[in-house]
């Protein structure tokens, strides 16, 4: 090992030294993924910014008319926006390669909050007067813009992935079943690592993978500078406690992205502390269950924008329930029975897409089509009407479930509400998908809908179930309207 090691850094530049900066080139001439990071969050900063200023010039305008600041609201107008990026520093947020997508959702919404929160602060103290609803207007368009253009970067992040840039080139530790699985994930090229090779352990557990064994962990350190890695992958089960602190001296070392990987089901980071434990370190998970006042919050919340909803749509209402009665014979409404929280039977209520009848054709297109699973969905129903299928695209028949959650039936977001004959054939793990009121939305519609199978369906509600918060719900809502104007698996 130690002489491919001096071959390698012989040319000087190619290695990478304790004390010594990264280059921008990583080892195989490719562009660092770190400096490309680096680069791309400057200009998510200016996105930031311009989001900012441009939701407190809107507000300004929408409040006091198309005239130019003065005074006090010019200082505040010229310095905010600077002062909210700096808070989205602080929140890491220009570090969001390490957070996923729900965690950078509710970072955003503090920080912004927080910022604001000091534009009122300082309007106290200074005993600058700013108009409560200017804030409030610049605080929701803030959240809109920003929220927005991180959605625009995200899509462009998943392109130049798949294109097979910005992917951290990544040495596993381990060799067991655990490494294995990590190596087939990143294959998967939209989580933006890419395995290069495996380190050998103490772990005598072997299995197959398509990677090369680079060689053992007591080199860890001159395998990172011959590969060119910048991610160390830990497969934790593949560890002891001294193997682990070797890479950690390694990585600190290097300089490079290390991840570690935690045995225990998939949970939102916001529920996970650190918390040092005589030498090792242990994560806390907190409890799942809402609060009495955030299960009220949520009613609340609930109450407030199906309500809301459903005065504003109404006009919409109506131009469906005209075009389905002029094109097809039957009611406006369908009306189904549903299963919904702790097994509690009740009424859903949706326009009809569907001929009158179609329920009894089902047993006959299950045997035409060979479909044997719990939830039947057919592509090209023959069942579903011309103005149904136009409404199915997009979701509309939808709509009159504001009317169950207002009646408390439902929520706006949770798991997909099952039909009887359904919770019949559960397996006893598919019955805590219950434990929550059903939703108009949920994990399942923003994440392929028709297109995945009942069981991905049913572990999507349970990892809603198990990470329930009201900032998740809001993750959730702020995701369903891409998804309905993509109409990905919509039928």
């Not at 602060?121 to 005993?127: I, P, R, Y």
């Not at 502390?273 to 609930?302: E, H, I, W, Y």
Request: aromatic share 10%.
């Amino acid at each position: 090992m130690q002489g491919r090691v001096e071959d390698v850094t012989a040319g000087g530049e190619r290695a990478r030294r304790p004390g010594i900066a990264a280059s921008s080139l990583r080892s195989d001439g490719l562009q660092s993924a770190r400096a490309d990071y680096r680069r791309l969050y400057r200009m998510v900063a200016v996105t930031d910014t311009l989001s900012i200023a441009f939701s407190m010039v809107i507000a300004y305008w929408s409040r006091f008319g198309l005239r130019i600041p003065e005074g006090d609201f010019l200082l505040v107008l010229l310095g905010a926006p600077f002062v909210v990026v700096a808070v989205f520093a602080t929140f890491d947020l220009y570090e969001g390669y390490r957070l996923a997508p729900a965690e950078e959702f509710r970072r955003i919404i503090l920080a912004v909050s927080l910022g604001l929160t000091g534009l009122v602060t300082l309007s106290f103290w200074s005993q600058a007067s700013f108009s409560r609803s200017w804030l409030a207007l610049s605080w929701a368009l803030s959240l809109i813009l920003a929220l927005g253009s991180r959605r625009v970067w995200h899509y462009w992040i998943g392109r130049a992935r798949i294109a097979g840039r910005l992917s951290f080139p990544t040495i596993i530790v381990g060799t067991n079943q655990e490494a294995a699985h990590l190596a087939d994930v990143m294959r998967r090229p939209a989580f933006g690592f890419r395995a290069i090779g495996m380190v050998t352990t103490a772990e005598a557990a072997a299995a197959s993978a398509h990677l090369p064994i680079l060689g053992p962990i007591g080199d860890l350190r001159e395998l990172i500078r011959e590969t060119g890695a910048e991610c160390v992958f830990v497969a934790s089960s593949a560890m002891s406690p001294e193997e682990m602190g070797n890479v950690a001296k390694a990585v600190r070392l290097e300089g490079v992205e290390v991840r570690i990987t935690a045995t225990m089901p998939e949970v939102l980071a916001s529920r996970l502390t650190v918390q040092p434990l005589g030498g090792l370190t242990a994560l806390s998970l907190r409890p799942v269950r809402l609060t009495g006042t955030q299960v009220v919050a949520k009613r609340a919340f609930d109450l407030v924008v199906a309500g809301v909803g459903t005065l504003l749509l109404t006009p919409v209402f109506l131009v469906i329930a005209g075009s389905i009665k002029l094109t097809s014979s039957g009611p406006v409404f369908f009306r189904q029975r549903r299963v919904g929280h702790r097994g509690r039977p009740f009424t859903i209520l949706k326009f009809r897409t569907m001929q009158v009848g179609a329920d009894q054709m089902i047993n006959d297109l299950r045997e035409q089509h060979g479909v044997e699973t719990l939830m039947f969905k057919l592509k090209d129903d023959p069942r579903v009407t011309r103005v149904g299928r136009f409404l199915r695209k997009l979701s509309l028949d939808e709509f009159p479930q504001l009317i169950n959650v207002i009646k408390g039936d439902m929520s706006l977001v949770g798991p997909r509400p099952p039909l009887p004959e359904e919770v019949t054939q559960y397996a006893d793990w598919q019955f805590d998908r219950l434990e929550v009121p059903p939703g108009i939305t949920g994990l399942w519609q923003v994440s392929g809908r028709s297109e995945l199978s009942f069981d991905d369906c049913v572990r999507l509600d349970l990892f809603y179930i198990e990470n329930w918060s009201i900032a998740y719900d809001l993750f959730i809502l702020a995701k369903t309207l891409p998804a309905l104007i993509s109409s990905r698996g919509a039928y």
